[in-house]
C-alpha cells in the first residue's frame, strides 16, 4: 500500500466529518430524590465493549478494511509525504460514483480538481504549480509564460475517460488518470496493488484516530526499509481512518474521513472554463508528464 506514490501522486497525474464518538453518560451520577444511599443500587461496572475483531488475524482485518473502504459512498482523502523527493499534499472528497473535488500541492504550487459528472474534469492551478510543471516537461520559459498567461485564474476542462485497468506510467499526466482519481474504489485499488504491504501484518495497541477507536496494523519492514501500519475504525464500519509509511524513500500518511457525508460537487463557472478541446489542444501533450497542453498539428 504505497502511500505517497499511490494517493499523492495520483494528485499530480490527475491535474496534472469524521465519525464522531458518542459521549457516554456515568452511570449512577443522578440520585432520585427521596432515595436513601442505602436504598441505592449498587453501582456495576460497564460492559466490556465487544471487539468486532475477535479471532480475526491482521491480515484479515486489513483484508475486510480495504473491502469495506471501497464500498463506501463517499469519503475525504487527506494526505502529505515525498515523492520523487518532492513534499507533496492532497486533499479530496471522492464518490463511488466518480466525482471529486480538492486539491493538490507540490513543489510550493497548488492546483485545484473537480470533477462533477462522468464525462469531463477540470483543473485550475496557481503560477507556482504550472511553472513546476512546464519546468518538469521541459518547455521552454517563453512558451511556459505564455501559457501561464492564458490559463491564469481560469479552469482547464478535459474529457475524463473511464479508468483503464492497464498500469498507467508512474509521475506522467494523462486524462484517463482522472477517472482513477475520482472513483474511490480505484483510488484505493491504486494504493492497495502491492498485497506484500499488509501481509504478516501484527496488532499493535488499540489507539483512537479522530475521535474513533481504533486497531493498529503493523506491517513487517520491507526490504527498502518502508513499512505500513494501518489503522482501521472499531466503531461503526471497518474503515480505513488512517494509512502511514515510514521509512524508505517514500514515506507519508493519508487520512480517511467524513464517510458517507453527503457532499454537492458542481462544475466551475461558465465564464472561468477553459475547454481544451474546443480551443484544438490536447491535455498531457509534450515531451514529459506537463499536462499543459499543445497545439494539435
Not at 140 to 164: F, H, N, S, T, Y
Not at 217 to 246: C, F, I, N, W
Not at 290 to 295: D, N
Amino acid at each position: 500500500m504505497r502511500v505517497s506514490r499511490k494517493v499523492l501522486v495520483a494528485a499530480v497525474v490527475c491535474t496534472t466529518a469524521v465519525a464522531g464518538l458518542a459521549g457516554c453518560g456515568k452511570d449512577g451520577d443522578t440520585k432520585a430524590k427521596g432515595v436513601s444511599e442505602a436504598k441505592k443500587p449498587s453501582a456495576t461496572a460497564s460492559p466490556t465493549p465487544v471487539d468486532p475483531f475477535a479471532g480475526m488475524t491482521a491480515d484479515a482485518i486489513a483484508e475486510k478494511a480495504v473491502g469495506v473502504t471501497k464500498a463506501a459512498n463517499t469519503v475525504k482523502v487527506s494526505g502529505a509525504g515525498i515523492s520523487d523527493g518532492e513534499h507533496m499534499t492532497i486533499e479530496v472528497t471522492v464518490t463511488r460514483q466518480g466525482r471529486c473535488s480538492g486539491r493538490a500541492t507540490v513543489k510550493g504550487g497548488t492546483a485545484h480538481v473537480i470533477k462533477a459528472d462522468l464525462k469531463s474534469f477540470y483543473m485550475k492551478g496557481d503560477e507556482k504549480f504550472y511553472r513546476a510543471v512546464a519546468k518538469e516537461d521541459g518547455t521552454p520559459k517563453r512558451q511556459a509564460d505564455a501559457m501561464i498567461e492564458v490559463l491564469k485564474g481560469r479552469w482547464m476542462k478535459m474529457p475524463a475517460d473511464a479508468p483503464k485497468k492497464s498500469k498507467k506510467r508512474r509521475g506522467k499526466a494523462s486524462g484517463d488518470g482522472m477517472g482513477e482519481f475520482c472513483v474511490l474504489s480505484e483510488l484505493v485499488a491504486g494504493m492497495d496493488d502491492d498485497k506484500s504491504d499488509r501481509t504478516g501484518m501484527t496488532k499493535g495497541a488499540d489507539t483512537v484516530v479522530a475521535g474513533v477507536p481504533a486497531v493498529t496494523l503493523r506491517g513487517k519492514k520491507k526490504s527498502d526499509g518502508s513499512a505500513v501500519t494501518m489503522y482501521v475504525a472499531k466503531q461503526g464500519p471497518a474503515h480505513l481512518l488512517k494509512v502511514v509509511e515510514t521509512g524508505g524513500d517514500e514515506p507519508g500518511t493519508v487520512t480517511f474521513s467524513d464517510y458517507d457525508k453527503p457532499v454537492t460537487i458542481t462544475p466551475p463557472p461558465a465564464d472561468e472554463i477553459m475547454d481544451l478541446e474546443k480551443l484544438g489542444m490536447k491535455p498531457g501533450g509534450g515531451s514529459g508528464s506537463g499536462g499543459t497542453g499543445e497545439m494539435k498539428a
